[in-house]
């Protein structure tokens, strides 16, 4: 549904419709909350699908992570092999169908803004509306990170993130640098090693895990996101402490034919490559930065909420002296399955929040 009409009064605002945002808005409604007119979803993509609409078409769903179910309808893909690119945003758009959820797009938010009279000022490139609660479920592929590098901008080949890359096809007979010691990397190192020359940098040493990841390690993981937020620093990645899983088949290939040899993070870059204070050097053609990405929040800077180390304080999903700001898919909630729980546990605090004595429908 796209939406260009007036200014619009709701109880929630929703701001994305990726995992993060779908689970919430099916548990708002299972909360209580009317569609439409109790809540309503903006989402700034053209299309169902969140950021799975923008991976590369080699990404199948047997290489991803785990694509989680959202709550109420599981995802039961018939082919590991088929392209996550297609089947992730046909199940999103099959749920949005099959619970009319009110997703409107495209819409693009661009503020939140406190109101005089309390309420929060959602401005779009197709208006504003108002809400008494807001619940921010951006993600983070809008905000890819690269960090900085001495001479950086000297270098003459081709500088790149994980967000641009569609096919190892388009470096054939070039060499590539690809940076990051996370399963973006490792992927993209394995089929783009397949026809041409690689080398793989690392900041730190990589954490390869042998075996399944278990629920004690992923508690360990996501307690030690949980600590960050609630001291206001700026979240790591779930995924990103898991480790390297030796199990995957592509890490399994990458080690056996030797292309996940990384090499410390370089101290510069020059015209032609990348350079390390002890005097190595490599010769590059394609710098690929697989280096993560940060919290798509600017959207509520109005709000002035930042801790001091530069993210939000937030207790479960609520942002620390702002009740009626919930943030579902940051910090500890930031995965498939951490979303889920997140999103509903965001409705539960709004439903009391904002209507302590309305009865829940027959269906929760």
Request: aromatic residues 10%.
């Given at each position: 549904m796209t939406t260009a009409g007036p200014r619009r009064d709701v109880d929630v605002v929703v701001i994305g419709a990726g995992q993060a945002g779908l689970s919430t808005a099916w548990a708002l409604a299972r909360q209580g909350f009317e569609r439409g007119s109790g809540f309503v979803v903006l989402d700034g993509e053209e299309a169902p699908g969140g950021a799975w609409r923008h991976r590369w078409p080699s990404l199948t769903l047997g290489t991803t992570?785990?694509?989680?179910?959202?709550?109420?309808?599981?995802?039961?893909?018939?082919?590991?092999?088929?392209?996550?690119?297609?089947?992730?945003?046909?199940?999103?758009?099959?749920?949005?169908?099959?619970?009319?959820?009110?997703?409107?797009?495209?819409?693009?938010?661009?503020?939140?803004?406190?109101?005089?009279?309390?309420?929060?000022?959602?401005?779009?490139?197709?208006?504003?509306?108002?809400?008494?609660?807001?619940?921010?479920?951006?993600?983070?592929?809008?905000?890819?990170?690269?960090?900085?590098?001495?001479?950086?901008?000297?270098f003459r080949g081709r500088q790149l993130h994980t967000v641009d890359y569609r096919t190892a096809e388009e470096f054939r007979g070039q060499h590539v640098v690809v940076v990051g010691g996370g399963a973006s990397a490792t992927q993209l190192l394995g089929e783009i090693s397949r026809v041409t020359s690689t080398t793989w940098v690392t900041r730190r040493p990589p954490v390869w895990r042998e075996g399944p990841f278990d629920e004690d390690a992923g508690r360990a993981v996501v307690a030690e996101v949980e600590r960050a937020v609630r001291e206001g620093r700026r979240p790591g990645s779930v995924v990103g402490l898991t480790g390297l899983l030796t199990s995957a088949p592509y890490v399994r290939d990458g080690l056996d034919r030797g292309v996940l040899e990384r090499l410390?993070?370089?101290?510069?870059?020059?015209?032609?490559?990348?350079?390390?204070?002890?005097?190595?050097?490599?010769?590059?053609?394609?710098?690929?930065?697989?280096?993560?990405?940060?919290?798509?929040?600017?959207?509520?800077?109005?709000?002035?909420?930042?801790?001091?180390?530069?993210?939000?304080?937030?207790?479960?999903?609520?942002?620390?002296?702002?009740?009626?700001?919930?943030l579902v898919g940051y910090g500890p909630s930031a995965s498939t399955i951490g979303a889920n729980r997140a999103g509903q546990a965001a409705a539960r605090a709004l439903r009391r929040e904002l209507h302590p004595g309305m009865p829940l429908p027959r269906t929760a």
């Open positions: 992570h785990r694509v989680h179910d959202l709550p109420g309808l599981p995802f039961r893909p018939e082919d590991a092999a088929a392209p996550a690119v297609e089947s992730v945003p046909a199940y999103f758009a099959g749920y949005e169908r099959r619970f009319d959820l009110p997703v409107l797009r495209p819409v693009r938010v661009t503020a939140v803004e406190r109101t005089d009279d309390d309420r929060f000022a959602v401005v779009t490139d197709r208006g504003s509306w108002t809400a008494r609660a807001v619940v921010n479920a951006t993600g983070t592929w809008t905000r890819p990170f690269v960090p900085r590098y001495p001479g950086q901008e000297l410390p993070v370089f101290d510069r870059i020059t015209p032609d490559g990348v350079a390390w204070d002890d005097g190595r050097s490599i010769r590059a053609d394609v710098i690929l930065w697989a280096t993560g990405f940060r919290a798509a929040v600017g959207h509520l800077a109005p709000l002035r909420l930042r801790a001091p180390g530069g993210g939000f304080r937030v207790e479960g999903t609520q942002v620390v002296g702002e009740p009626r700001l919930h």
